[in-house]
Structure formats: C-alpha cells, structure tokens
C-alpha cells in the first residue's frame, strides 16, 4: 500500500465494545487483571503502555517502512516531547562513549549534548555533517554514535544519509537521523541505511500547531530501542493519551500535507532567490543550493522549510517580518499558518547564524496570499 493509504488506515482497529471507527480516548491509568492475574488485553498501567500510545506507535512504524513495515519489523517508541525522545537516546549510551553531532544541529540538541551529556561522561564532537571527510575524520575508537539531521536548521544543508550511515557503520557505531523536518512522506532514513529515526511529533506529524510529542523508531531487534523503551517506561516522559489520540488524527493527512507545503516552499524560494532584496535564499530545491544533488536523491519532495537573508543586519531582519501580515512571528514549524522567525534572536549571543537570515515554515494558506505578503514586506 501507498502511503497515503497507510497514513489513513494505520492504527485502527475497529473498538469492539462499540464499534466506532475513530478509536475512544482511554483515560484510565490503570486496567483490570484476571482472575489468574494477567492482564487479558495487554495493559497494565499507563506509563508502561496505553491503547492509543499503542495505536500511535503502529502507525508511525507503518510510515517511517512503508508498505514493507510488517518485514522491516520496526517499533516506535514516543515521547512527551520530541526532546525527551532526544534525551532517551543519549541517555542509552555509556559513560565515555563518544557521540558526533552536526555543528547545526537543532538547537536544542546542540544544548543538550554540550551542557548535560558531556558532564554525565559522554564525549562529543560537532562537525560539518555535510562533508563526509570532516565525519570520518572525528571518528574515535569508542564513537558509538553519529547524530545526523537533515535538512538542517537554519541553513537547510543537506546530509549525505547513506553516506554518513556507512561511514558510522565502518567502526561499529549507530547512525541516528533527526526526520523532523523532511518526515517519512519525503524522507525514509532507515532505507537509506540509519539505524534509527528520531521525530518531534509537535511538527509535521501532528501539523496542527497544538501537541507536543516526539518519537524513536528503529528495528526491533536493536538492543538500544528496547533500552530506550525501558527509559520510556521507567524515565516516564509519556505522551498523554489524548496527546496521542492528537498526532494520530493528525498523521491522517500527513501526506496531503507535505506536497502542500513542499510546492508551496518551492515557489516561494523561487520567488525569493530572484528577489532584488534577498541576498541569499536556502532551499534544497534550488539547483544553486549545495546540497541540491543529495537532497534529490534521498528526497521525495524538497519540504515545507527554507531560510533566507535581507542583507544589512539584525534590524533590517526584523523590520521584514515586522511587516508581514499573513505570516506569524512564532518560532516552531510544521503548521497549517506560515511561521516566521529571526533564529539569531532566539539562540543568543553565541549563535552562528547570520543575523540578517530570517526562516519561514511555510503553511497552507493559498500560495498566491503568501507571495503577495512577502512581496509587500520586502518591498
Ligand atoms: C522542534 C524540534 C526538535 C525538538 O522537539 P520538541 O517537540 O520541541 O521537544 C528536535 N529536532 C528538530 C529538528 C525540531 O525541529
């Protein structure tokens, strides 16, 4: 089956109590034990395990393998947020393991690696994911680890997936991808050769702006997915069941969604790149875009994101999305309403990122309103 097909079957299972079709909400904390003291329909107690955490799972792991999900054996495991599942996974190495991390990293990735994990004992190297030599150059004997996300934030460089996994898999260390921003609809990591998919399901997946989740997928037979399990269960960072119920309804249109945003992205970079007034525009499909080779071959589609710069500074930044008036000031991605942000702001006084870039989620209004819009604040 297609994906579209898989996105609007996935996870459900007919209620037999009632026969809805939309599964119920399940609420409870805690479900009944036999006579005998087994628990008949599976679940015990709901931060080890719940209907529609379950429901979720099921179909995540059908969209992240596609129709071969059933041989690929895959398991999702999700989260309250797409940090927590970012926290699970380094939380699964050891002490002295040495992990390798794009410089452009999200930024809360990037945090999280240098402030908390390098003092609980992990080593870290970031480094220009990009180029292959500098990844293979930062490989130590006790690299367990190699963090990739692409497309990246807020440059959209493009990573080398199968080129990276291959590199990692030379000296017996995992390959881990951050799909957020490409999602299983353009993108497919674990065919391209990673050994696990990290989601924050607040993005694309949910789509609506109003959940927060994330979510780890990799083959079930990985020992680091059951102990990243046994952190979900045990560290309790769950998602809520309506949470859940949320991102299912969500992942229904998902890839309805990802055409919209991507054509749409795609004629506004167009747009941009041929603007007098933008100096730069960073879109993976443009053919001027470094990674555009890359990006054409391990993606469906080149996504709903892209960044651009206005010349002049921070101010001449601000003034641009001062002026608009469909898009919205917020920071986060993924959308139905276009978002814009000045990232400059928002990571500090140590950013790298250019102060005159500003980075659109392009949504689903008409692209012509959001043509038209950008037109007038650049003016
Ligand atoms: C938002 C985001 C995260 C973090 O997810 P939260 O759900 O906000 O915790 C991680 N990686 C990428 C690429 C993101 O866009």
Known sequence: MRIETLAAHAGLANDTATGAVVPPIHLSTTFER?????????????????????????????????????????????????????????????????????????????????????????????????????????????????????????????????????????????CVCDNTWATPVLQRPIALGADMVMHSTTKYLNGHGDVLGGAIIGPTQLPIIERVRQLQRTGGAVPSPFDCWLVLRGLRTLPYRM?????????????????????????????????????????????????FQVGGGAQQALGVAARLRVVTRATSLGSPESLIEHRASVEGPTTTTPQDLLRLSVG???????LEDLDQALA
């Open 34 to 174: 036999s006579a005998d003291g087994s628990f008949p329909h599976g679940y015990s107690y709901t931060r080890s395990d719940n209907p529609n955490r379950a429901a979720l799972e099921q179909c995540l792991c059908e969209l992240e393998a596609g129709a071969s999900w059933r041989e690929a054996g895959l398991s999702a495991v999700t989260f309250a947020s797409g940090m927590a599942a970012i926290m699970s996974v380094f939380q699964a190495l050891n002490p002295g393991d040495h992990v390798v991390a794009p410089t452009d990293a999200y930024y809360g990735t990037s945090v999280l690696l240098r402030d908390t994990f390098t003092r609980w004992g992990l080593q870290v190297s970031f480094v220009d994911m990009a180029d292959l030599t500098c990844v293979r150059a930062a490989l130590l004997p006790n690299t367990r680890l190699v963090w990739v996300e692409t497309p990246s934030n807020p440059l959209l460089k493009i990573t080398d997936i199968a080129g990276v996994s291959r590199i990692a898999h030379e000296v017996g260390a995992l």
């Open 364 to 370: 689903l209004e008409h692209v012509d309103d959001l």
């Open 259 to 307: 055409r919209a945003h991507s054509d749409s992205a795609f004629a506004i970079a167009r747009f941009l790149a041929g603007h007098p007034s933008v100096r730069a525009t960073h879109y993976p499909g443009l053919e001027s875009h470094p990674g555009h080779a890359i990006a054409a071959r391990q993606m469906a589609l080149f996504g709903g994101m892209l960044s």
